[in-house]
């Protein structure tokens, strides 16, 4: 089976589920689906960085990080409880290698990927599961950061492929070889097309300077967060986070430019949207 069919195959099984999640009112089948995610993100994360650590080591970080997401959704409007759980995943990480330390000289590095994983894979996507609990269009917000990022992904694939060949011009070649320029570019259209989508569609009270203001940074984030992903896999020497996703590799692959556009967007959607 080829890699394009794999994925086809893939978001076949997949997207209805969340289609149904997503358009289910009660948020909570959102927050288990984010919630689930994030578990698996979080023991790809470990299972890369600490890979040479104990399984107990590699455990702690994903208690860590699921125990910080379930105060960032539960305790959204509490800032001094998500402040509270910020210092004890600091504390926490910390404590714990004091006393589990083994190898003096990699403690450093340990601490920092116990902490960094919290944040990268805990708190960032649970800004998905946060755009849910928004009220009548939190659905709707969904579905615009989801078909936002991965409408990118199909793009600039297509892209690059089809085009790429006139315009072989790399986007960052020395993090990732296969991305081009004109890939971005394709990213970036398709993002767009999917707001106006979401504007001639399901949520016509998207300006179209929304559009832009939502599709054009939130792809430029979602690219990034995939050259970052890529980043740390060349770090550790890996192709990819996990085998879990047949034809996209494992869940951290599937989610790495979710990350960083999930956020942009809820903030764009609490703050930005109507003021235009």
């Known amino acids: 089976m080829s890699n394009l069919a794999a994925r086809l195959l893939t978001a076949a099984v997949l997207i209805p589920l969340l289609i149904v999640a997503i ?52 305790y959204d409007t509490s800032p001094h409880v998500i402040l509270a759980a910020v210092v004890g995943v600091t504390l926490g ?27 990268y894979v805990g708190v960032l996507l649970a800004f998905v599961a946060l755009l849910k609990k928004r009220g009548a269009d939190g659905g709707a917000w969904v579905f615009i950061t989801l078909t936002c990022t991965w409408f990118s992904d199909t793009g600039a694939y297509f892209a690059g492929r089809f085009i790429g060949p006139a315009w072989p011009k790399k986007l960052y070649e020395s993090v990732s070889p296969k991305k081009t320029v004109i890939g971005g570019i394709g990213g970036v ?12 569609w399901y949520l016509p009270s998207l300006t179209w300077v929304d559009c832009a203001l939502v599709a054009i940074p939130a792809n430029v984030l979602g690219q990034c967060g995939d050259l970052c992903e890529s980043m740390l896999k060349r770090s550790v020497g890996v192709k990819d986070s996990g085998a879990l996703l047949p034809g996209h590799g494992g869940m951290l692959d599937r989610i790495d430019a979710l990350l960083f556009t999930a956020p942009y967007i809820y903030f764009y959607a609490r703050w930005g949207f109507g003021r235009f």
């Open 23 to 74: 358009r289910w009112e009660n948020p909570l089948a959102v927050w288990g689906i984010v919630y689930l995610a994030t578990f698996l993100g979080l023991r790809e994360y470990y299972n890369m960085t600490l890979a040479k650590e104990p399984v107990s080591e590699r455990g702690f970080g994903v208690v860590l990080g699921m125990a910080m997401a379930a105060v960032v959704y539960w």
């Open 93 to 119: 990480a910390f404590l714990f290698l004091l006393f589990r330390y083994r190898d003096m000289d990699s403690v450093a590095g340990r601490v920092a990927h116990l902490v960094a994983g919290v944040f």
């Open 189 to 200: 259209a398709a993002s767009f097309g999917a707001l106006a989508l979401a504007k001639l």
